[in-house]
């Protein structure tokens, strides 16, 4: 997660290309725009991409086949693509093959200095004790089957966060949909989009030790394989304001991606193929009503190596970063990078599990997490990125 560098991610909504064999969706429905043409696979399997696709990319300096054979590794000013309807994120089959999914990294940016970042009074409450992170029974798949590892490319090279399989109200029971963190698919007010966004839902499902996974197959660390996003939305604070220090953004830091398998498939979902997804809350109560959240994600940064997952459960207190900005869920956890853009989880009024959040910040030591409360903006964020979908 990238708590260690508070990340509020502020985002906005992002229009992604994804060329696939089986098609491409949304292009800049969301800026105004039309629908992408859909790619076509022939019949040895081969993808091909309609001229107009091919000529809308390249209004960006984009040729689809450089940018597959490497053109994606320019981050030129010029080439870092920000705005929403130009998110950009062509499948490059086996990019992320063992070895670049094990070493990918927390993001590279400064950590919180100062183990606090409250911005009022009145509103925070004590920092809360230190928690330490349980590992989580394995297999993943069994345990946790919604979780998984996020991995995206940036300026520093390949990165990680975690990220939930949450439903999606115009497929149920057929869900495509992924939550994460706004921060792990946009770097703020300073940067663009991150590139080869991709989920691996339970990333090294047997708990392999690094040593282990230097000899492991694709198959082994990538038991439900590998999933690239195809649409993704974040709020638009973080697009905004979002920054590597000092919480701006942190209360609007989540996102919303919309997946498809890399290597097709046989029609099933996301969600069927893991076997669950998560329901997402919108009204959690207040933090003195909650009793326990209980966050999930792979921490890369020290004392973790990122493969591995862990849990952390505590009852939460409120963080405030700007009085005129929603107050923060806050708990103790020692997760740190890497664990960024994982579910926060809480028993609902019926009794079962649902996401209510998601890390987005905390200090560089650990100690304590800190996650946007979800409300209308998230709600906003999340229903577009479905009704995008419905009944497909």
Request: hydrophobic fraction near 35%; proline fraction near 8%.
């Amino acid at each position: 997660m990238r708590t260690m560098r508070p990340l509020l991610a502020s985002a906005a909504v992002a229009a992604v290309l994804a060329l696939t064999a089986t098609g491409c969706g949304p292009g800049e429905d969301n800026a105004g725009g039309t629908p992408a043409t859909s790619a076509a696979a022939t019949p040895d399997g081969k993808i091909t991409i309609p001229d107009d696709l091919k000529d809308r990319l390249k209004e960006h300096g984009i040729d689809v086949d450089k940018w597959r054979g490497g053109e994606w590794k320019n981050w030129d000013k010029d080439k870092w693509l920000r705005e929403a309807k130009d998110f950009v994120n062509p499948i490059i089959e086996d990019l992320w093959d063992p070895d670049r999914m094990r070493d990918a990294e927390e993001p590279d940016q400064p950590p919180v200095e100062d183990g606090d970042i409250s911005g009022d009074d009145g509103v925070t409450d004590p920092k809360p004790k230190r928690i330490e992170a349980t590992p989580v029974s394995t297999p993943y798949s069994a345990s946790v089957p919604e979780a998984g590892k996020l991995l995206f490319d940036g300026p520093k090279g390949a990165m990680v966060c975690s990220a939930t399989v949450v439903q999606d109200p115009a497929n149920p029971g057929k869900s495509n949909l992924v939550w994460t963190a706004g921060h792990c698919v946009h770097a703020g007010k300073k940067g663009g989009w991150y590139r080869n966004i991709a989920f691996v839902p339970s990333y090294n499902d047997s708990g392999m030790s690094t040593a282990q996974l230097e000899k492991a197959t694709r198959e082994q660390v990538a038991p439900h394989g590998v999933w690239w996003a195809d649409w993704a939305q974040t709020s638009e604070q973080w697009i905004d304001e979002g920054g590597p220090v000092g919480g701006a953004g942190a209360p609007y830091d989540f996102a919303v991606i919309h997946v498809t398998p890399e290597k097709g498939g046989k029609g099933k979902s996301l969600e069927e193929t893991v076997g669950s997804a998560l329901p997402v809350d919108f009204a959690a109560p207040a933090t003195q009503k909650i009793a326990k959240m209980e966050a999930t994600g792979y921490p890369a940064a020290p004392p973790y190596d990122g493969q591995k997952m862990f849990q952390c459960a505590d009852k939460p207190g409120r963080l405030s970063v700007r009085a005129e900005q929603p107050t923060m869920y806050r708990i103790g956890c020692s997760m740190t990078g890497g664990s960024s853009g994982g579910g926060w989880v809480h028993t609902g009024k019926d009794g079962k599990p649902a996401l209510v959040s998601n890390t987005s910040i905390g200090p560089v030591t650990a100690g304590w997490l800190a996650g946007p409360r979800l409300g209308q903006e998230a709600k906003g964020v999340y229903m577009a990125v479905s009704e995008k979908y419905a009944g497909r």
